[in-house]
């Protein structure tokens, strides 16, 4: 069952969806864009966290802007009773920004994934052998980031004031 949704809503979520903006009042600046005061944003904001329609509200950083230039996603192999100790104990490691389980597939037996980030790949990978020996598990492989994708936030509704162009993708 589809429930609509509210005008204020659509602008609340245009204006999320192009990401926080760079200045020292982001949220004034947002509620300014979607023509609502700033203790409306926050509400709508507040109510849609309480009704689980928006989990967090977070940044994605430049890991090669602020001087973490090594980053490798290691895959490990962990017996499932061990999975989920395993996975909060790797995650404990500052140089881990995120970890999280999939599904072992057929001549791939990994099942838990970390990202790890350091100054370089060295630095990586002796976080890696610290990350091992802290576990107990050995079955692992780094695959090393070749190459930074851009991150963009989805878009839901297209900016009435653009082009489309981020609607399609391009």
Wanted: glycine residues 8%; aromatic residues 8%.
């Amino acid at each position: 069952m589809k429930c609509p949704i509210s005008d204020v809503d659509r602008r609340v979520l245009t204006v999320l969806q192009g990401g926080f903006p760079r200045s020292q009042t982001p949220y004034k600046d947002m509620a300014e864009q979607a023509g609502i005061s700033v203790t409306e944003l926050l509400a709508t904001l507040e109510n849609w966290k309480r009704e689980g329609k928006l989990r967090r509200i977070g940044s994605i950083v430049d890991h090669f802007k602020v001087g973490l230039s090594g980053g490798a996603m290691v895959v490990w192999h962990v017996e499932p009773p061990r999975l989920e100790q395993v996975g909060a104990m790797l995650a404990g490691f500052k140089e881990v920004s995120h970890a999280y389980e999939r599904d072992v597939a057929e001549n791939w037996p990994f099942n838990l994934y970390t990202m790890v980030h350091g100054t370089d790949s060295e630095h990586v990978e002796q976080t890696v052998e610290r990350m091992s020996r802290a576990c107990g598990i050995s079955d692992c492989r780094i695959l090393k980031t070749e190459k930074e994708l851009k991150k963009v936030p989805p878009t839901y509704f297209p900016d009435p004031g653009s082009d489309g162009a981020q609607a399609k993708g391009e």
